[in-house]
């Protein structure tokens, strides 16, 4: 069983277009704000790092294959230094606005399609942590995978993090959108789901396999069905466990 935390970070993906940002900036601590290769304009961005900054909230760069007609959920065959210049890039834009508004840019996030390619390519994996190691930031990603085994090997910071809602496979990654119990929208499951992960370390997938999971972070969608309502509803979860919620 992994080790109880009575901590947590509650992140979420924002400037997206999609939903409301400002009231998921007041119940998360980490705000993962895209970076304009799948979604985001530079005003929508500049936005929403002003209100990240305003609410004390961290930041983290959202990074993504160059993907807006598909909001960066298909995998792209991009080579390696293609893609290390790709995350930066990212990076870089987002770094620029977030410290024009008195912010600093605190870890990168791949998003969507990236983010799961990672835990298991070999070759998108380094350049991902190539990137983050050339702008030295701690690298957010799924606890096991090769991005996690290949930031540790390089000496980069990892966070680790779960879902509060997405269904996971009796593997330990994500069931993939386009499959049945990708995407839980029940708020008060999603609630308890959390706690039980806080409390105990332990997920259950789609299967009924019980996981042992090791994560420093729980992920919010703000583009879930209902999401603000699932973050109201965590957040009162775990105030009601005891549990503090702040950015680890």
Do not use: W
């Amino acid at each position: 069983m992994a080790p109880t935390s009575r901590s947590i970070d509650l992140n979420a993906d924002l400037g997206e277009g999609v939903g409301d940002d400002a009231a998921m900036l007041t119940l998360v601590t980490s705000a993962n704000i895209a970076c304009g290769f799948h979604a985001g304009t530079p005003s929508v961005l500049l936005r929403t790092c002003r209100d990240a900054v305003a609410a004390g909230v961290r930041i983290g760069a959202q990074v993504s294959y160059p993907d807006l007609e598909g909001f960066g959920r298909r995998f792209m065959d991009i080579a390696h230094d293609d893609l290390v210049a790709d995350v930066l890039y990212q990076i870089g834009a987002l770094r620029s606005l977030a410290e024009s508004v008195g912010g600093t840019v605190d870890f990168v996030k791949p998003h969507g399609a990236l983010y799961n390619t990672v835990v298991h390519h070999r070759e998108q994996a380094r350049a991902v942590v190539d990137a983050a190691r050339t702008a030295a930031l701690p690298l957010m990603c799924l606890p096991g995978s090769e991005a996690q085994r290949q930031a540790g090997a390089a000496g980069i910071s990892v966070i680790t993090e779960a879902f509060a809602d997405r269904g996971y496979t009796p593997e330990g990654t994500l069931v993939p959108r386009t499959e049945p119990g990708a995407v839980l929208i029940d708020p008060e499951h999603v609630a308890q789901r959390v706690v039980r992960f806080v409390q105990t370390g332990q997920i259950v997938a789609v299967d009924g396999t019980v996981l042992d999971v090791a994560a420093d972070s729980v992920c919010l969608h703000g583009d879930t069905p209902g999401a603000v309502e699932h973050a109201r509803r965590v957040r009162a979860a775990l105030a009601a466990a005891s549990v503090d919620v702040r950015a680890r």
